[in-house]
């Protein structure tokens, strides 16, 4: 069973680099032929799909959001990770990763973005 797991600081400054990894277990993320992906969803609003890297590490992101995000792997540790950079407080939102063709995902991690 894969499950998958986000973790990173829960309060981020404005200006600042916001950074959460996403730790999978039970698969690998070189899988064939998945797409590791990052959604998030502001208080109040519906999921915004932020984008994915695919099983060969392969960047798709939302046009919205291409200019400061990045979307990065670390094989050997089974793990991808988001950077979104220039945050202000309109990025503040819970913050999921997925597995999206088995539509699987992790429980969220909430992260706010104050002074």
């Known amino acids: 069973q894969v499950q998958l797991q986000e973790s990173g600081p829960g309060l981020v400054k404005p200006s600042q680099t916001l950074s959460l990894t996403c730790t999978v277990s039970g698969g690998s993320i070189t899988t064939k032929y998945y797409h590791w992906g990052w959604i998030r969803q502001p208080p109040g609003k519906g999921l915004e799909w932020m984008g994915v890297i695919t099983y060969e590490g392969i960047n798709i992101y939302s046009p919205s959001l291409k200019s400061r995000t990045s979307i990065s792997r670390d094989t050997s540790k089974n793990q991808f990770s988001l950077r979104l950079s220039s945050v202000t407080p309109d990025d503040t939102a819970v913050y999921y990763c997925?597995?999206?063709?088995?539509?699987?995902w992790g429980q969220g991690t909430q992260v706010t973005v104050s002074s």
């Open positions: 997925n597995l999206e063709a088995r539509d699987y």
